[in-house]
């Protein structure tokens, strides 16, 4: 197979994902059950290397468009690229707002602080997501004894703040390359060159997270004076290539 060729790695998985989806326990199995069960539990395999597979292909052939401007109109913006098909868009802040945020903001009390209990909620939920992202920490996060946190965006920044000082981007680029699959084959891109439109992304983050990316980075603003439309999008992309092509010059 072609890794370079998105279209292929999109095709095989189709036919992957037909037999995984066989149930062998159907009537019509009846007497192939062994071997249907082994074809299931082999496809099954399959689609999920052929998904690492076009995660790294995008990753590879991707070019980061870090998206900054007033929220309305960067989701305006991720939103129609994405309908239109046009790019791949992950959230460079699901990680911390969607794995850790709800369970850690749960279990603060009244007093509004973090203690040892958010501590040790912590530590819990770094082993089952670095488990599924297949990251293991080789020691424990030194994490502070107690902080003030009045609102739930202050947790927020408090996870964030300390998972990076202790992790750098290296844990969140592992999340978004889970990312860049789930969102890519959703509408199912397969060009040559990727964009990836990257959102809520700190400044500090455009380095490590952009590394990432095999085609370079960019980083676009977007004015409440923009009018998000196709066209747009399209000079967008434009002034993304010059920008890349001229880093490249400087280098």
Same mark, same amino acid.
């Given at each position: 197979?072609?890794?370079?060729?998105?279209?292929?790695?999109?095709?095989?998985?189709?036919?992957?994902?037909?037999?995984?989806?066989? =149930?062998?326990? @159907?009537?019509?199995?009846? *007497?192939?059950?062994?071997? !249907? #069960?082994? +074809?299931?539990?082999?496809?099954? $395999?399959?689609?999920?290397?052929?998904?690492?597979?076009?995660?790294?292909?995008?990753?590879?052939?991707?070019?980061?468009?870090?998206?900054?401007?007033?929220?309305?109109?960067?989701?305006?913006?991720?939103?129609?690229?994405?309908?239109?098909?046009?790019?791949?868009?992950? =959230?460079?802040? @699901?990680?911390?707002?969607? *794995?850790?945020?709800?369970? !850690? #903001?749960? +279990?603060?009390?009244?007093?509004? $602080?973090?203690?040892?209990?958010?501590?040790?909620?912590?530590?819990?939920?770094?082993?089952?997501?670095?488990?599924?992202?297949?990251?293991?920490?080789?020691?424990?996060?030194?994490?502070?004894?107690?902080?003030?946190?009045?609102?739930?965006?202050?947790?927020?920044?408090?996870?964030?703040?300390?998972?990076?000082?202790?992790?750098?981007?290296?844990?969140?680029?592992?999340?978004?390359?889970?990312?860049?699959?789930?969102?890519?084959?959703?509408?199912?891109?397969?060009?040559?060159?990727?964009?990836?439109?990257?959102?809520?992304?700190?400044?500090?983050?455009?380095?490590?997270?952009?590394?990432?990316?095999?085609?370079?980075?960019?980083?676009?603003?977007?004015?409440?004076?923009?009018?998000?439309?196709?066209?747009?999008?399209?000079?967008?992309?434009?002034?993304?290539?010059?920008?890349?092509?001229?880093?490249?010059?400087?280098?």
């Amino acid at each position: 197979m072609n890794t370079n060729n998105l279209e292929e790695i999109l095709k095989q998985l189709d036919v992957a994902e037909q037999t995984a989806s066989i =149930d062998p326990n @159907e009537p019509q199995y009846a *007497r192939t059950r062994s071997g !249907i #069960e082994n +074809s299931v539990k082999q496809a099954k $395999e399959k689609v999920q290397k052929l998904k690492e597979d076009y995660a790294k292909t995008v990753q590879q052939n991707g070019v980061a468009i870090f998206l900054n401007g007033p929220s309305d109109k960067v989701q305006a913006f991720a939103k129609l690229v994405n309908d239109l098909g046009e790019a791949v868009v992950v =959230d460079a802040e @699901e990680l911390y707002a969607q *794995r850790f945020l709800p369970v !850690i #903001e749960q +279990s603060i009390g009244k007093s509004r $602080e973090w203690t040892s209990t958010q501590s040790a909620i912590m530590h819990r939920l770094l082993g089952e997501v670095g488990k599924e992202l297949k990251v293991f920490l080789s020691r424990a996060l030194r994490l502070p004894n107690t902080a003030a946190l009045p609102t739930k965006q202050d947790t927020l920044n408090f996870i964030r703040n300390v998972m990076r000082e202790e992790l750098g981007d290296d844990y969140n680029a592992e999340y978004l390359k889970k990312s860049l699959a789930r969102e890519g084959l959703k509408i199912r891109y397969m060009g040559v060159v990727a964009p990836v439109i990257v959102v809520n992304a700190t400044p500090e983050e455009t380095i490590g997270l952009g590394q990432m990316f095999g085609r370079g980075k960019a980083t676009v603003t977007i004015t409440d004076e923009d009018n998000v439309t196709e066209e747009f999008i399209k000079a967008t992309f434009k002034h993304v290539q010059k920008q890349i092509k001229q880093n490249k010059n400087k280098q």
